[in-house]
Protein backbone atom coordinates (compact mmCIF):
# COMPACT_ATOMS: atom_id res chain seq x y z
CA UNK A 1 0.00 0.00 0.00
CA UNK A 2 1.75 3.34 -1.09
CA UNK A 3 1.15 6.29 1.69
CA UNK A 4 -0.74 9.29 0.20
CA UNK A 5 -0.28 12.91 1.75
CA UNK A 6 -2.44 15.29 0.64
CA UNK A 7 -1.45 19.02 0.32
CA UNK A 8 -4.61 21.79 0.81
CA UNK A 9 -5.22 25.00 1.45
CA UNK A 10 -8.63 25.74 1.16
CA UNK A 11 -12.27 24.16 0.99
CA UNK A 12 -10.62 20.96 0.29
CA UNK A 13 -13.73 19.38 -1.94
CA UNK A 14 -11.25 17.80 -4.12
CA UNK A 15 -9.88 15.99 -0.79
CA UNK A 16 -13.19 14.93 -0.24
CA UNK A 17 -13.54 13.16 -3.78
CA UNK A 18 -10.14 11.92 -2.83
CA UNK A 19 -11.78 10.46 0.66
CA UNK A 20 -14.92 9.35 -1.15
CA UNK A 21 -13.21 7.12 -3.88
CA UNK A 22 -10.85 5.55 -1.14
CA UNK A 23 -14.45 4.87 0.59
CA UNK A 24 -15.71 3.40 -2.62
CA UNK A 25 -12.81 1.35 -2.95
CA UNK A 26 -11.28 2.94 -5.92
CA UNK A 27 -7.88 3.97 -5.03
CA UNK A 28 -6.37 0.81 -5.76
CA UNK A 29 -2.83 0.20 -4.03
CA UNK A 30 -2.79 3.42 -1.72
CA UNK A 31 -4.12 4.92 1.65
CA UNK A 32 -4.48 9.09 2.22
CA UNK A 33 -2.18 8.58 5.18
CA UNK A 34 -1.93 12.38 6.25
CA UNK A 35 -3.63 15.59 4.91
CA UNK A 36 -1.05 19.00 5.40
CA UNK A 37 -2.56 22.44 5.36
CA UNK A 38 -0.81 25.84 4.02
CA UNK A 39 -3.67 27.53 6.43
CA UNK A 40 -5.11 27.09 9.84
CA UNK A 41 -8.51 27.33 9.18
CA UNK A 42 -8.89 25.10 6.30
CA UNK A 43 -12.31 23.37 5.74
CA UNK A 44 -9.95 20.80 4.00
CA UNK A 45 -8.56 19.81 7.71
CA UNK A 46 -12.48 19.13 9.16
CA UNK A 47 -12.95 17.39 6.22
CA UNK A 48 -9.88 14.70 6.89
CA UNK A 49 -10.53 15.08 10.61
CA UNK A 50 -14.31 13.70 9.71
CA UNK A 51 -12.74 11.11 8.18
CA UNK A 52 -9.96 9.74 11.01
CA UNK A 53 -7.00 11.14 8.49
CA UNK A 54 -3.95 12.51 10.88
CA UNK A 55 -3.67 16.29 9.91
CA UNK A 56 -0.64 18.86 10.75
CA UNK A 57 -0.98 22.45 9.99
CA UNK A 58 2.20 24.31 8.54
CA UNK A 59 1.05 28.01 7.79
CA UNK A 60 2.83 29.87 5.10
CA UNK A 61 3.04 33.10 7.53
CA UNK A 62 5.17 31.69 10.56
CA UNK A 63 7.61 31.46 7.44
CA UNK A 64 10.34 34.56 5.98
CA UNK A 65 10.50 32.52 2.53
CA UNK A 66 9.84 29.91 0.38
CA UNK A 67 13.04 28.33 0.92
CA UNK A 68 12.40 27.84 4.83
CA UNK A 69 9.00 26.94 4.60
CA UNK A 70 9.53 24.14 1.58
CA UNK A 71 12.14 22.36 3.75
CA UNK A 72 9.20 22.54 6.68
CA UNK A 73 6.61 20.79 4.06
CA UNK A 74 9.29 18.15 2.33
CA UNK A 75 10.22 17.17 6.15
CA UNK A 76 7.21 16.79 6.95
CA UNK A 77 6.50 14.44 4.19
CA UNK A 78 9.59 12.47 4.75
CA UNK A 79 8.55 12.35 7.83
CA UNK A 80 5.01 10.98 7.16
CA UNK A 81 6.91 8.57 4.81
CA UNK A 82 4.36 9.47 1.48
CA UNK A 83 5.22 7.88 -0.88
CA UNK A 84 2.80 10.28 -3.29
CA UNK A 85 2.07 13.82 -2.78
CA UNK A 86 -1.05 15.36 -4.25
CA UNK A 87 -1.39 19.00 -4.15
CA UNK A 88 -4.89 19.49 -3.84
CA UNK A 89 -5.79 22.74 -4.05
CA UNK A 90 -2.39 23.84 -2.25
CA UNK A 91 -2.16 27.97 -3.02
CA UNK A 92 1.95 27.71 -2.37
CA UNK A 93 4.87 27.12 -4.85
CA UNK A 94 7.22 24.96 -3.36
CA UNK A 95 10.78 25.43 -4.71
CA UNK A 96 12.93 22.69 -6.20
CA UNK A 97 14.57 20.81 -3.05
CA UNK A 98 10.69 19.08 -2.74
CA UNK A 99 10.59 18.18 -6.12
CA UNK A 100 13.86 16.65 -5.81
CA UNK A 101 12.73 14.73 -2.87
CA UNK A 102 9.41 13.78 -4.87
CA UNK A 103 10.35 13.74 -8.36
CA UNK A 104 7.75 11.99 -10.14
CA UNK A 105 5.85 11.35 -7.35
CA UNK A 106 4.15 14.33 -6.75
CA UNK A 107 0.95 15.26 -8.52
CA UNK A 108 -1.19 18.68 -9.08
CA UNK A 109 -4.88 18.96 -9.98
CA UNK A 110 -4.99 22.70 -11.94
CA UNK A 111 -8.70 24.10 -13.13
CA UNK A 112 -8.14 24.53 -16.57
CA UNK A 113 -6.76 22.69 -19.98
CA UNK A 114 -3.16 22.78 -19.49
CA UNK A 115 -0.86 24.67 -21.20
CA UNK A 116 -3.68 27.31 -21.22
CA UNK A 117 -4.55 29.06 -18.38
CA UNK A 118 -2.03 28.49 -15.76
CA UNK A 119 1.30 29.08 -14.62
CA UNK A 120 2.34 31.74 -11.63
CA UNK A 121 -1.48 34.02 -10.61
CA UNK A 122 -3.39 31.30 -12.05
CA UNK A 123 -5.68 29.96 -9.48
CA UNK A 124 -9.05 29.64 -8.10
CA UNK A 125 -11.69 32.05 -9.76
CA UNK A 126 -8.92 33.80 -11.04
CA UNK A 127 -8.10 30.84 -14.37
CA UNK A 128 -12.24 30.81 -14.64
CA UNK A 129 -12.67 34.54 -15.07
CA UNK A 130 -9.44 34.44 -17.64
CA UNK A 131 -11.10 31.74 -19.64
CA UNK A 132 -14.23 33.78 -19.62
CA UNK A 133 -12.62 36.93 -20.66
CA UNK A 134 -10.55 34.44 -23.63
CA UNK A 135 -13.57 33.26 -25.01
CA UNK A 136 -12.62 29.48 -25.45
CA UNK A 137 -15.39 27.53 -25.85
CA UNK A 138 -14.01 24.56 -24.22
CA UNK A 139 -12.50 24.42 -20.53
CA UNK A 140 -11.76 21.46 -17.67
CA UNK A 141 -8.90 20.23 -15.59
CA UNK A 142 -5.08 18.63 -15.61
CA UNK A 143 -3.45 16.93 -13.37
CA UNK A 144 0.15 16.59 -14.00
CA UNK A 145 2.86 15.62 -11.91
CA UNK A 146 4.45 18.55 -10.20
CA UNK A 147 8.14 19.67 -11.71
CA UNK A 148 9.89 23.01 -10.61
CA UNK A 149 8.26 25.01 -13.39
CA UNK A 150 4.64 25.47 -12.47
CA UNK A 151 2.25 24.13 -14.14
CA UNK A 152 4.23 22.39 -16.51
CA UNK A 153 5.38 18.94 -15.11
CA UNK A 154 4.27 15.65 -17.32
CA UNK A 155 -0.14 15.54 -17.90
CA UNK A 156 -1.34 12.58 -16.68
CA UNK A 157 -4.99 13.16 -17.54
CA UNK A 158 -7.72 16.07 -18.47
CA UNK A 159 -11.38 16.47 -18.98
CA UNK A 160 -12.99 19.00 -20.90
CA UNK A 161 -16.35 20.51 -20.93
CA UNK A 162 -17.73 23.38 -22.89
CA UNK A 163 -17.91 26.67 -21.87
CA UNK A 164 -22.03 28.06 -21.59
CA UNK A 165 -22.95 32.26 -22.56
CA UNK A 166 -24.17 32.34 -19.46
CA UNK A 167 -21.39 31.06 -17.38
CA UNK A 168 -20.06 33.64 -14.13
CA UNK A 169 -16.77 32.72 -13.47
CA UNK A 170 -18.50 30.70 -10.05
CA UNK A 171 -20.96 28.60 -12.69
CA UNK A 172 -17.71 27.77 -14.40
CA UNK A 173 -15.85 26.35 -11.20
CA UNK A 174 -18.44 24.19 -10.03
CA UNK A 175 -18.71 22.88 -13.46
CA UNK A 176 -15.18 22.31 -13.96
CA UNK A 177 -14.86 20.66 -10.44
CA UNK A 178 -17.91 18.84 -10.44
CA UNK A 179 -17.07 17.18 -13.83
CA UNK A 180 -13.92 17.32 -14.10
CA UNK A 181 -11.55 17.95 -11.16
CA UNK A 182 -13.44 15.34 -8.84
CA UNK A 183 -13.42 12.19 -11.43
CA UNK A 184 -10.01 12.82 -12.51
CA UNK A 185 -7.65 13.29 -9.51
CA UNK A 186 -9.11 10.35 -7.53
CA UNK A 187 -8.61 8.57 -11.05
CA UNK A 188 -4.92 9.93 -11.45
CA UNK A 189 -4.03 9.17 -7.91
CA UNK A 190 -5.24 5.00 -8.38
CA UNK A 191 -3.53 4.59 -11.77
CA UNK A 192 0.01 6.02 -9.96
CA UNK A 193 -0.80 3.73 -7.04
CA UNK A 194 -1.09 0.46 -9.07
CA UNK A 195 2.15 1.57 -10.92
CA UNK A 196 -0.01 2.48 -14.25
CA UNK A 197 1.76 5.31 -15.00
CA UNK A 198 4.77 5.90 -17.40
CA UNK A 199 6.86 8.69 -17.67
CA UNK A 200 8.81 10.08 -21.16
CA UNK A 201 10.39 13.02 -20.66
CA UNK A 202 7.56 15.66 -20.38
CA UNK A 203 4.94 13.13 -21.48
CA UNK A 204 3.67 9.76 -19.78
CA UNK A 205 1.82 6.96 -21.08
CA UNK A 206 -0.93 5.24 -19.02
CA UNK A 207 0.06 1.13 -18.83
C1 LIG B 1 -9.60 23.72 -7.21
O1 LIG B 1 -10.41 24.20 -8.25
C2 LIG B 1 -8.19 23.48 -7.69
O2 LIG B 1 -8.12 22.96 -8.98
C3 LIG B 1 -7.65 24.88 -7.64
O3 LIG B 1 -8.17 25.43 -6.47
C4 LIG B 1 -9.41 24.81 -6.14
C5 LIG B 1 -9.33 24.22 -4.75
O4 LIG B 1 -10.56 23.72 -4.34
N1 LIG B 1 -6.22 24.88 -7.69
C6 LIG B 1 -5.51 25.83 -8.28
O5 LIG B 1 -6.00 26.78 -8.83
C7 LIG B 1 -4.00 25.60 -8.23
N2 LIG B 1 -3.35 26.33 -9.30
P1 LIG B 1 -10.70 22.67 -3.15
O6 LIG B 1 -9.90 23.21 -1.96
O7 LIG B 1 -12.18 22.67 -2.87
O8 LIG B 1 -10.18 21.35 -3.62
Redesign the pocket.
Same mark, same amino acid.
Given at each position: MMNIAVL #?? @? @?????? &?LIDAQSRGEIQGGKITCVISSKPD???LERAKNNGIPTRVIPRKDYDDIHSYTKAVRDALVEERADLVV %? &??? +?TILDSQVVEEFEGRMM? /???ALIPSF?GKG? %??L? #?HRAVLDSGVKLTG &?TVHFVTEDC?AGPIIIQKAIEVNNDDTPESL?KR /? +?EQC?WKILPKAVSLFCQGRIKIIGNKTEII
Open positions: #VS @G @GGTNLQ &AAYA %Y &AGF +MN /VHPCF %YGR #V &ADQ /V +ME
